[in-house]
Every structure is written in C-alpha cells, then in structure tokens.
C-alpha cells in the first residue's frame, strides 16, 4: 500500500506560478511512476504530468506541456507539479496518483494507477 498526501493548492491569479506536493509513504519501495491529473466540476479527472520513479521519462497533457513540469524527489518520496501561466481553464481538483504494478497501458489511462490522494483544490481567478 502506498499513502498519498497532495498540497500546495490555492487561489491564484491567472499568469500565476504554484507548486504542487505530493508525499509518499507506506510501500514506496514499490513505486514506478507518479503522476497528476485534476478534475474540474462536472467534467471526468484528466491526464496532467506523469514521470518515471527512477527517471525513464516523464509525459504531459497537451494542454499544460509548455507550462507545467513534473519532478521527484526520491530521497523524499515526493512528486511536484511546477505550474506556471496559469489559466482560468486550470482550475481543477488536482489528484497524485501512483503506479506499481507493471505495465504497458498509457500513463494517461486513468485505470491503471492503483494509488490516489485525496486532491487539493487550485482556483485560478481571471
């Protein structure tokens, strides 16, 4: 089992920066891509960022590839979510998820994350 706790959610401004937290604990032994996605109301959660737990790769959504970045801290069993130009459009409910199990499906398919956060809120204000 793998214990995720998100933070750094708040209201912005658009063309704000924010950085996203999200700590891991339990069985990180185990991890082997972290990830984002986000839910706005009434649409179904997204895709956001993704990376490689032992640095294969990263992916992004093309909505925020150009402004966004994924990092993580592996001594700290921590993933970021580096935002920056922020846009009304990105206010969402932002979930950090974790893969364990091997895989071939997409990082972007939503099923095949086994662990979730409990979300925290970004609000971008235009």
């Known amino acids: 089992q793998v214990q995720l706790v998100e933070s750094g959610g708040a209201l912005v401004q658009a063309g704000a920066s924010l950085r996203l937290s999200c700590a891991a604990s339990?069985?990180?032994?185990?991890?082997?891509?972290m990830g984002w996605f986000r839910q706005s109301p009434g649409k179904e959660r997204e895709f956001v960022a993704a990376?490689?737990?032992?640095?294969?790769?990263?992916d992004f959504a093309d909505s925020v590839k150009d402004r966004f970045t994924i990092r993580r801290d592996i001594a700290g069993d921590k993933v970021l979510l580096l935002m920056s130009n922020l846009k009304p459009e990105d206010t969402a409910t932002y979930y950090c998820?974790?893969?364990?199990?091997?895989?071939?499906?997409?990082?972007?398919?939503?099923?095949?994350?086994?662990?979730w956060g409990q979300g925290t809120q970004v609000t971008v204000s235009s």
């Open positions: 339990g069985s990180t032994w185990s991890m082997r891509v």
């Open positions: 998820a974790v893969r364990v199990t091997p895989s071939t499906t997409t990082w972007r398919d939503e099923s095949s994350w086994e662990f």
């Open positions: 990376t490689s737990y032992n640095g294969g790769g990263t």
